[in-house]
Nanobody, 124 residues
Framework: QVQLVESGGGLVQAGGSLRLSCAAS????????MGWFRQAPGKERDFVAA????????LYADSVKGRFTISRDNAKNTVYLQMNTLKPEDTAVYYC?????????????????WGQGTQVTVSS
């Protein structure tokens, strides 16, 4: 029920950083739990991170914990994913998603709206 547009992907060397942004349409952005997912070629869609409506709670996949940080600015209708110490295995298309439910979730089937994705490639 909300349109999402990701940006910030690109090519980076291992150990580098990228910041992804996801801009949402509408005035009810604060009503959505927001999440980031990624999908590598030949792989299933994997959970990366999620953040509650107020930003007070976050959830991370074990593979990115300590390296990635999800945040949101409800005044700007934007959610971010700061990615540090990138590894080649982080290479994937990254998608942001919105969930109308109250609780944050790691299951992609829970999310209602999806962005078009942005490519992140980490070279070694």
């Amino acid at each position: 029920q909300v349109q999402l547009v990701e940006s910030g992907g690109g090519l980076v060397q291992a150990g580098g950083s990228l910041r992804l942004s996801c801009a949402a349409s509408g005035r009810t952005f604060n009503n959505y739990v927001m999440g980031w997912f990624r999908q590598a070629p030949g792989k299933e869609r994997d959970f990366v991170a999620a953040i509650s409506r107020s930003g007070g709670s976050t959830l991370y996949a074990d593979s990115v914990k300590g390296r990635f940080t999800i945040s949101r600015d409800n005044a700007k209708n934007t959610v971010y994913l700061q990615m540090n110490t990138l590894k080649p295995e982080d290479t994937a298309v990254y998608y942001c998603a919105a969930d109308e439910s109250r609780m944050i979730a790691s299951n992609w089937r829970r999310y209602d709206s999806w962005g078009q994705g942005t490519q992140v490639t980490v070279s070694s």
